[in-house]
């Protein structure tokens, strides 16, 4: 390989690894705002409410922009509060009478909603026609909400409420079962005490042993008669069967 055609190899490495280095940068940073399309709109607020650039924006559970700049609405006097700046994608109609609500819980990042005013009891200003309107920035409100921890924890409040159900009706189960098993000992524990005393049946055949020696005497004379009856039969296949008539 010569001098040339390494230098060409070592070129279009690097240029491969430029180009992917750009696309992360532009998967995980964005555009700069230069290359962006879309409206932009001021949101003003009386704080930032934990807002961060790059925090999404939503409406109707959709994402539809991101927070692209933080300031002081009067540098002078930071006591006026904060001009948050947005970028809304083109397609999406911002009206002039929308807020952006800040759902901001006790950990993690707050979630921001375009929503209507008039959902949230602020009286809602006429719009002009659109061609009427002056072509300037959209300026809306913010409006901060604070999501408390009974609603922050809802789903697993749920979760766990449903297994306390499953559980109760499992140790219901469990109770009626103990209760069959202890009458089954119960009942078992009375039948081992009646043939321990001699009573019933099997209690007087355990409790005598006269019985007993008659049984194992019966049982042992059966099973001589089955020997010979067997040896007789045996007799009967190879000698057939003899037959004496009287005279």
Do not use: C
Not at 12 to 40: E, N, Y
Not at 90 to 103: A, C, G, M, T
Not at 154 to 161: E, F, H, I, N, Q
């Amino acid at each position: 390989m010569n001098d040339r055609t390494r230098n060409v190899i070592v070129g279009l490495t690097v240029l491969v690894a430029l180009a992917i280095l750009a696309g992360l940068i532009v998967l995980f940073a964005g555009l700069p705002s230069i290359f962006q399309r879309g409206q932009t709109i001021l949101v003003e607020m009386d704080t930032s409410a934990g807002i961060r650039e790059g925090d999404a924006i939503h409406m109707a559970d959709l994402r539809v922009g991101r927070i692209t700049g933080i300031d002081f609405t009067d540098p002078s006097v930071p006591l006026k509060g904060v001009t948050i700046t947005a970028r809304i994608e083109k397609d999406v109609y911002v009206s002039p009478n929308s807020v952006l609500v800040v759902y901001r819980n006790f950990m993690g990042p707050p979630n921001l909603s375009l929503e209507r005013a008039e959902s949230h009891g602020i009286e809602p200003v006429p719009i002009a026609p659109a061609a009427e309107r002056p072509p300037q920035q959209l300026i809306i409100r913010g409006l901060i909400i604070n999501v408390g921890i009974t609603d922050a924890f809802k789903p697993a409040l749920d979760s766990v409420s449903k297994i306390a159900d499953q559980a109760e009706v499992l140790t219901r189960r469990l109770i009626v079962t103990a209760d069959e098993l202890s009458r089954l000992i119960t009942s078992l524990n009375n039948a081992a005490q009646d043939i321990e005393t001699g009573k019933g049946t099997l209690g007087m055949f355990v409790s005598d042993p006269a019985l007993y020696n008659e049984l194992v005497s019966a049982v042992r004379s059966m099973n001589e008669m089955a020997d010979q009856f067997a040896i007789l039969a045996r007799k009967w296949q190879t000698d057939g069967i003899e037959l004496q008539m009287k005279k």
